[in-house]
């Protein structure tokens, strides 16, 4: 007779299909592998809000739907929302989804609908774990200050809710804290890099630098990629990057006012490629020698797999679990943030401090240069499954 399996019930606003990356696509795919039954209930919409301040195009967020539930096991269903404002959404609770489901794992209740979710579940008697993401309040403006209050709302309700909570990054865990009801189990939950996509091939490298136009591989190449707005601060890490004689490759959505300012600032080192498929990625890391970030992201370790040299800010994140790691370099200060891993005040010399770590960069040797296994998915997968089955296991002993 066959044991009934477990079953998960995933909750989170945005699902893009084709970014296998993210969280939603690797937890429900690693569960499915440790023996779960897994549902994922998200919204219909795009991560990108048509509204979006940003004018970039909205994705097509469901376009492999039936293609990932059909190679990994688990079940997609999408509701449209009621009401969106940005990353807030209105959506009736699948009543019967919940009732039926063992555990009810919920990301981010900043986006309204998970905490009623979560509220719901908790009732019913489902066990609830909980991702945080948020790392602090904005308040560039009026809107930004209503719109974190409304976030805090939601994180105090939802925190009623949880048994388990696993933060991404330390900002994570201590702007839940301070936005929680109660004391709660947390953990450490990493993200990682699909192992289909993220691989260091001297092949991809060579072909796709000279697509590039880079003749002479100790020409040193530097890569910006994500969606690319002003609060990263592109223009300077553009500047720093070709007064140092690299030629610059940025890979991301991005809004025309601010693609005129990278356009003067990068001159002839520039290459603006626009947006590109995900499985497109991987050719341009490995084309590069060194990969900026200046906001955390799970760029970081698909970057980080390929082998290239990763520049990115100091935190008490980055600054605890990567310092030691000889793969990456940090830049900057830890009181440099607004938002600590998310936003660098206007005030810091991002070019300045770039211009020291780029400086002091040893030239690419490539023949040493390979894929790096400790960034992938495939361990946090193991590792998220592990983590189920011993917390199950406490939760069931209490």
């Not at 039936?66 to 997609?76: D, L």
């Not at 990763?310 to 938002?339: C, W």
């Not at 296994?373 to 917390?391: A, I, P, T």
Request: charged share 30%; glycine share 4%.
């Amino acid at each position: 007779m066959n044991k009934k399996k477990t079953k998960v019930l995933l909750v989170s606003a945005f699902y893009e299909s084709s970014m296998p990356s993210l969280r939603e696509h690797q937890y429900s795919r690693a569960l499915v592998e440790g023996g779960f039954d897994v549902t994922l209930f998200v919204s219909s919409g795009s991560n990108v809000w048509k509204y979006s301040r940003s004018r970039m195009k909205p994705t097509i967020p469901n376009e492999l739907d039936k293609e990932n539930s059909r190679r990994y096991g688990f079940t997609v269903i999408r509701r449209r929302a009621l009401v969106r404002i940005s990353d807030f959404f209105i959506i009736i609770p699948p009543i019967f989804l919940i009732l039926k489901s063992d555990i009810v794992h919920v990301i981010e209740f900043r986006q309204g609908f998970t905490a009623i979710i979560a509220l719901i579940a908790k009732m019913a008697g489902k066990k609830v774990i909980y991702d945080h993401e948020q790392r602090g309040d904005r308040k560039y403006t009026v809107l930004h200050r209503i719109d974190s209050m409304v976030r805090r709302v939601l994180i105090h309700l939802g925190s009623l809710a949880v048994d388990h909570v696993r933060h991404t990054v330390y900002a994570n865990k201590e702007h839940f804290l301070k936005n929680s009801f109660r004391k709660v189990d947390m953990t450490f939950a990493p993200l990682g890099a699909d192992e289909d996509y993220f691989y260091f091939s001297q092949h991809l490298r060579k072909i796709t630098r000279e697509k590039l136009g880079v003749d002479r591989e100790d020409e040193r190449v530097l890569l910006i990629t994500g969606k690319i707005t002003d609060i990263k601060r592109p223009v300077d890490v553009v500047r720093a990057a070709v007064s140092e004689g690299f030629v610059v490759v940025i890979v991301g959505r991005i809004d025309q006012e601010l693609e005129n300012s990278i356009r003067k600032a990068g001159g002839r080192k520039l290459r603006l490629l626009g947006w590109q498929p995900m499985a497109e990625l991987n050719k341009f890391y490995c084309a590069s020698d060194v990969v900026v970030f200046t906001a955390f992201s799970v760029s970081y370790w698909e970057a980080a797999a390929t082998g290239v040299q990763v520049v990115v800010p100091r935190s008490s994140f980055s600054q605890m679990e990567l310092d030691s790691k000889e793969q990456f370099h940090l830049f900057g200060t830890i009181d440099m943030f607004d938002i600590e891993d998310e936003s660098i005040s206007q005030s810091f010399d991002i070019e300045a401090s770039l211009l020291t770590i780029f400086k002091n960069l040893q030239k690419p040797c490539t023949k040493k240069r390979k894929t790096n296994n400790e960034w992938l998915w495939v361990r946090r997968r193991s590792n998220l499954v592990e983590w189920y089955k011993q917390k199950l296991k406490v939760i069931k002993d209490v």
